[in-house]
């Protein structure tokens, strides 16, 4: 008696990114921008002018943006170096969820150039921003208070400068103050 296998056929990485867009109404310029390629290119890649890309780092963002894992992709290929999502980019995508919003939406609500920078952080490629504006403004659209964003702000910084040799043990007394003023500026001023 003869049995059917079942198999999984996975879709093409191109007509799942065409679905992906047509969904959700993204504009392929808008999805471009959040991805860091042209507009040409994300066109090619539907189109399927071009192979659909192998690069990990643009199939990571692509695959971020639609909320779904890079294995999905058949052309994905695992780095050797792992990624590491730190605890702010969990913190992040933990009252992203709470306030049900996609990784679309949440993207729309930042200004298109900071866009690229958002995904990176929320795929574990980067760290949050030094720059407390930029980081105030995630706090912002995420209805976070500016006190529990700058815990996630100064161990970046302290990291940071742990890294590039400042002694902590050595410097308490100053660290402590810098970042006494940081956090009474930032929490009576903005």
């Given amino acids: 008696m003869a049995t059917k296998k079942n198999t999984i056929v996975k879709m093409k990485s191109s007509e799942m990114l065409y679905n992906f867009l047509e969904n959700t109404h993204l504009h392929k310029k808008d ?44 052309e994905y290929k695992i780095p050797q170096d792992p990624i590491l999502i730190d605890e702010t980019t969990e913190f992040i995508r933990e009252k992203q969820k709470e306030k049900n919003l996609t990784t679309v939406q949440f993207l729309k609500a930042f200004p298109r150039k900071q866009r690229l920078e958002i995904v990176d952080i929320l795929r574990g490629a980067r760290p949050i921003p030094l720059d ?7 706090a912002q659209i995420l209805d976070v208070s500016k006190e529990e964003m700058y815990d996630f702000w100064e161990n970046r910084l302290r990291q940071l400068l742990n890294m590039s040799g400042f002694n902590f043990e050595k410097n308490q007394g100053l660290a402590s103050a810098m970042f006494s ?8 001023n903005n």
């Fill in 31 to 74: 999805f471009a921008q959040m991805i860091g390629v042209t507009l040409s290119y994300v066109y090619n890649l539907i189109d399927e002018t071009i192979p659909f890309s192998t690069r990990s780092t643009t199939l990571e963002r692509i695959a971020t943006v639609m909320d779904i894992s890079p294995e999905e992709f058949v």
């Fill in 181 to 188: 003023c940081a956090r009474d500026y930032i929490y009576k």
């Fill in 132 to 138: 407390w504006e930029a980081v105030s403004v995630i």
